[in-house]
């Protein structure tokens, strides 16, 4: 094994730094892991332009990422789940497993979770990480490195279809063809949704959302919620199901206003801590607005469809950088012009 433990550390806005850290250990019930495939989430490039992510505020240097996968090189103590030379997805969170919220299965809610890439916890976009091993899934032969890494946004789209409610036959509305959006809309067909629309600003992505699946597309042009949710309703008829991921304010007032009576609006996207929603219209029509935090006992399942073919993650891969070129993948990945929906890096060295 090489002493080599590159990272992708992040010091403050605009401060990314590549820097040779030491090789950690693995602690009892813990497994070093040869990472191999990183994806850039939003919340990384947040991290990196402005420093924090509502409460979470990046204080000190703190490695990034935490879409990831790798091959496991050494296990701890008590560890009976995993072997030298197993490949695995990483589930980037792991909870204390004695409160309340984990005793009753809702971990994702646990108030000393440490997850990946959020401060003050390192990520794992480097060489060598450690992780709890019971949150590491093992990869079957046929399912890709890359593929693994995209679970964790998968089990994003997972947990907020399961939030929603969304079962056969359902006509369901999502908000932002990004990542999240359309691993959202590919689960919502898993589900037996029987149509569904998809909204963006970009053409591109809307094109991808439809060749994935998408059975119609509508393309935003204006920041007046209610008459959006006017024009959907019109096109496409009435919603059951909606699932904002874009967080902007005029976004979750089409969310609500588009979703028909007794339906639910499931809000994904995180965007600014306070906003204003039109919460009399939600009121009157009985419209459950629910929240969607990260993902709890979804890695499983979201491995499962990949693995079956259900679903199929790998177009949404659009760049590849090696961890060398960590500071170009972050730029593309944040510039709109570059028309990415998810940039890979590779860590392992050749």
Known sequence: MASDNLSC????????????????????NEVLISMHSV????????????????DFVVKEPMVLGHEASGTVMEIGENVENLKKGDRVAIEPGTPCRYCEYCKS?????????????TPPYDGSLCRYYVHAA?????????????????LEPLSVGVNACRRAGIVMGDHVLICGAGPIGIVSMMVAKSCGA????????DESRLKVAKELGADMTFKITSRNGKEVAQQINKEFGPVDKTIECTGAESSIHTAIYATKPGGVAMIVGMGKSEINFPIVDALCREIDIRGNFRYVNC????????????????PLITNRFKLEESHKAFTTSSSPGCNTIKVMISCHEE
């Open 9 to 28: 550390v992040l010091y403050g806005i605009d401060d990314m730094r590549l820097e040779t850290r030491p090789t950690p250990k693995p602690g009892p």
């Open 39 to 54: 994806g850039i989430c939003g919340s990384d490039v947040h991290y990196w332009k402005t420093g924090r992510i509502g």
């Open 105 to 117: 299965g809702r971990y994702n809610l646990c108030p000393k979770m440490v997850f990946c890439a």
């Open 134 to 150: 019971d949150f590491c899934y093992k990869l079957p032969d046929h399912v890709s490195y890359e593929e693994g890494a995209m």
């Open 194 to 201: 029987s149509k569904i629309m998809i909204t963006d600003l």
């Open 299 to 314: 890695y499983p399942t979201a491995l499962e469809l990949v693995a079956s073919g259900k679903v199929n993650v790998k």
